[in-house]
């Protein structure tokens, strides 16, 4: 069978969103420390931000596409993430970016919230895929589609990704398995047998 990139592209923008809602649904509220971070992404020329989550296992919480990044901007992400995982941080690392603080003070006023210099690699880090992929789109067309893409890929990246390093060849070989018995529940894939 033959498919197109197009083909694929299409059916990323369908399904994706689908999936990553039922890849999010039944699992538990992620880490209870979060590193903050928000990278620029042109869109058509137009300049925006896009602001992401993890936790401490590197697991994407949340990610959204904004206009700007100031306190407004902060307040509104940092709602959408307490929404999302329903618990407040034990704290949240993120770079100097004022509007953290200020939007932190209110929304979350007695989380510990950390500045310092390399502490926020984890959050800098988790944004390679989404470089690498719109370097691939060669940029995204619209913002509707560079939130949809990031999230959607997060939540399949959370679940095919297993901290090998931190297990020995039986559990990983084991988690990996409940991985792929999980995923067609995921897509509503029958196996044929």
């Known amino acids: 069978m033959e498919v197109s990139y197009e083909t694929v592209r299409q059916w990323c923008i369908k399904f994706g969103p689908e999936y990553a809602r039922r890849i999010r649904t039944p699992r538990r509220p992620l880490g209870d420390r979060w590193f903050l971070d928000e990278v ?13 989550a993890v936790d401490q296992d590197g697991d994407v919480l949340e990610i959204l596409v904004q206009k700007r990044n100031d306190k407004q901007a902060a307040k509104r992400f940092f709602r959408k993430l307490l929404r999302a995982q329903g618990q407040v941080p034990l704290d949240s690392t993120t770079d100097k970016l004022p509007s953290y603080g200020a939007a932190k003070k209110e929304v979350m006023p007695s989380v510990a919230h950390c500045k310092d210099k390399y502490a926020n690699n984890r959050a800098e880090v988790s944004h390679e895929h989404t470089r690498e992929q719109e370097r691939q789109m060669r940029g995204f067309k619209s913002e509707g589609l560079a939130q949809r893409f990031p999230a959607a890929h997060g939540q399949v990246h959370n679940l095919f990704r297993v ?8 559990y990983y070989r084991w988690f990996r398995d409940l991985t792929f018995d999980f995923w067609p529940e995921v897509t509503c894939v029958r196996n044929p047998a």
């Open 40 to 52: 620029t992404v042109s869109i058509r020329g137009r300049r925006r931000y896009l602001w992401r």
């Open 163 to 170: 901290g090998r390093h931190l297990l020995n060849a039986r």
